[in-house]
Nanobody, 120 residues
């Protein structure tokens, strides 16, 4: 059984920073791309940032220059450093990972989500 567990969400004021973490555990043969998505009330879930197993990254235009995604493969962990937070960054943030559980099987897994609220 594979689990992704997020941490680090909370309430901050505009301009402040937060770092989200997501740890993968369970029967893991390997991990491919890891990413962060977010979903604000009444809106569709959207990709925020992703990092491949080789370290290549991509970001939503709305967070470029403010957010940084990184991973520690040895710890099976992905991070999202969020700086200069804005009220429009308020959402539930979800961790996603493509996890290989055997030689012939890989699937997308999701965390339970962590709330980020940016408000004065």
């Amino acid at each position: 059984q594979v689990q992704l567990v997020e941490s680090g969400g909370g309430l901050v004021q505009p301009g402040e920073s937060l770092t989200l973490s997501c740890v993968a555990s369970g029967s893991i043969f390997g991990i491919g791309t890891m990413g962060w998505y977010r979903q604000a009330p009444g809106k569709a879930r959207e990709l925020v940032a992703a990092v491949s197993s080789g370290g290549s990254t991509n970001y939503a235009d709305s967070v470029k220059g403010r957010f940084t995604i990184s991973r520690d493969s040895a710890k099976k962990t992905v991070y999202l450093q969020m700086n200069s937070l804005k009220p429009e960054d308020t959402a539930v943030y979800y961790c996603n990972a493509r996890i290989v559980t055997s030689i012939s099987k890989n699937s997308d897994y999701w965390g339970q989500g962590t709330q980020v609220t940016v408000s004065s």
